[in-house]
Structures are given as C-alpha cells and as structure tokens.
C-alpha cells in the first residue's frame, strides 16, 4: 500500500494538524522525500511530533520508513498530488507564496563577490558551454542567449542529435562550463560534471539542493537554486538567477578594457537585427 493509499485510508481517524500535515504532503511528495524532519516542519508550518504521530497513524514506525515508501513510489519532480478540496484562489495563492519563499531563500544563499566572481571567470574565458540535459535543456538555452549579448563564442550543449563526448573534449582550464542540474537529472549529470573537472574545466553546477556532492566532488562553484513543487516542479528561482548571472556579466562587460567591445557588439547585433528585419516593429503597430 502506497503512501497515497494509507493516507487515504486513515484520513478520517487523523485529527486536524495530522489532516493538514497529510495533505501538505499530498502536494509535496519531492520535499517530503528530499528535507529532513526538521527543515519538512518548518516548510509545512507542521510541528515534528505531529509528524511523527501522522507517520504512525498511517503505518510507519518512523520518518525513516516513511521516506522509504516515498522513494519506492515516486521520484524527486514527478506530478506531486492536489490537496482534496483545493480551490482555483487557493492554488493561485499557495503558488505565488512558494515562488516568493524560492526567491527568497535562493537569494539569501548569494552575495556580491561571488557573482561578480562568476561573472569575470565567465567574461574571461575562451569559451563557456552552457550545459543542459532533459528538462534542464530550456534553462542552458535560455542563459545561452543572454550571455550571447555580453561575448562571443557562448554555445548551449549538447546540440540537438548529438553525443556529449565529442562536444565537451576540447575544453579546458581555459574555458567555462556551466551545468545545470535541477532534478529531475539524466544519469550521466555526475560523471558528466566528474570528467569537465578532470579535464581542468572551470564548472559552474546550477542545482537544487541535491545536486551538493556532485559540486563539491568536482570542485565547481554551485548556486544553489529552490524549486517549489506542486503539480509539476516550479523554476521561478532558476530562471531568476539566471537574469542575475546575464545582468552581473553584462555590467562586468560594460567597464574597464570591455567597455568599447561590449557597446560595439551590442550596436552590431542591433543592426543586424534591423538589416534581417528579425524582431517585430512595435514602433509600427501604435
């Protein structure tokens, strides 16, 4: 019998904080599975003995077992369950809470002289392979183009239909890779990340919170990003972190030596732009 279906079962016989800790739960499987006891009571505004005594209630002998059953039924970004009797307003709600709480904790995690330590190895490099695999895929792209308007030769891996042997083999101390890894991750994200630090790459790990052994074994600086998850995985903190990444790059172009290279290729783009007549005039529309 799955989690879902012991608290199913047992759902009438709960008082009411173990009726809200089981439902908080229904909904958020991938945090139930991935925080501890303590860091699941402050998320779920539930305190630890209420928990314990849910776990027992609903046949669990202890956290640890509990998690077990978790792991056997469902994987860390996989469709989490409504809560029953959920409304449109409440989710609308509890949605925008959780994205503002991953900010929150995201940004609290980041300081200046690591970004801008980001930025300057990013700015020197020969070259930076924005990396993503599976869901992470839109993340690497996105970051790709925005770093395209800072410096050249940017480029998001691996390219569609190809191996990621042959694309990451000549990069070296010379050259930035970043990684994403938000979960749900491809098998291949640690030896990935193992052999960019082998061959000296400077590695840059985009994650949640477990994806921390894979940085510290390959020596990467790691920004550690929230997801929320409800239905489906939330990547508000994400893609906001890589705004920040773009905006510290592109003010670390814009001085000293960089500057006049910086303004020329941002001219150029523009005309390029207006020479293939790609973006859509809006001047023309009012």
Do not use: C, W
Not at 73 to 78: E, L, N, T, Y
Request: glycine share 4%; aromatic share 6%.
């Amino acid at each position: 019998m799955s989690i879902v279906e012991r608290i199913q079962e047992n759902y009438d016989s709960l008082t009411a904080a173990e009726q809200d800790a089981a439902m908080f739960i229904l909904g958020h499987l991938s945090d139930a599975l991935l925080l501890n006891s303590a860091e699941l009571s402050k998320l779920s505004k539930v305190s630890q003995p209420t928990l314990s005594r849910l776990y027992r209630k609903i046949g669990f002998r202890n956290a640890a077992e509990f998690k077990r059953d978790i792991r056997r039924h469902h994987q860390p970004g996989s469709p989490e369950f409504l809560s029953q009797g959920e409304t449109t307003r409440g989710l609308l709600v509890d949605h925008m809470n959780n994205d503002v709480a991953a900010l929150q904790h995201t940004f609290s995690r980041l300081d200046n002289a690591t970004m801008d330590r980001i930025a300057q190895s990013i700015m020197k490099a020969r070259n930076v392979a924005v990396i993503g695999l599976r869901n992470n895929y839109p993340m690497a792209l996105h970051l790709r183009e925005q770093l395209m308007q800072s410096r050249a030769r940017v480029q998001a891996l691996p390219e569609p239909g190809q191996s990621l042997a042959e694309e990451i083999v000549d990069l070296n101390k010379e050259d930035v890779a970043i990684l994403f890894g938000a979960r749900r991750r491809t098998a291949v994200f640690h030896n990935l990340a193992t052999t960019l630090a082998e061959q000296h790459v400077q590695l840059i790990i985009i994650g949640d919170s477990t994806v921390r052994r894979t940085a510290l074994e390959a020596d990467a600086q790691f920004i550690e990003t929230d997801l929320h998850s409800h239905v489906l995985s939330s990547y508000t903190a994400v893609f906001s972190v890589l705004a920040l990444i773009a905006d510290y790059v592109a003010t670390s172009a814009q001085q000293g030596e960089n500057v006049d290279a910086s303004r020329s290729r941002i001219d150029t783009i523009n005309q390029r732009f207006d020479k293939l007549r790609e973006l859509e005039n809006y001047a023309s529309r009012r």
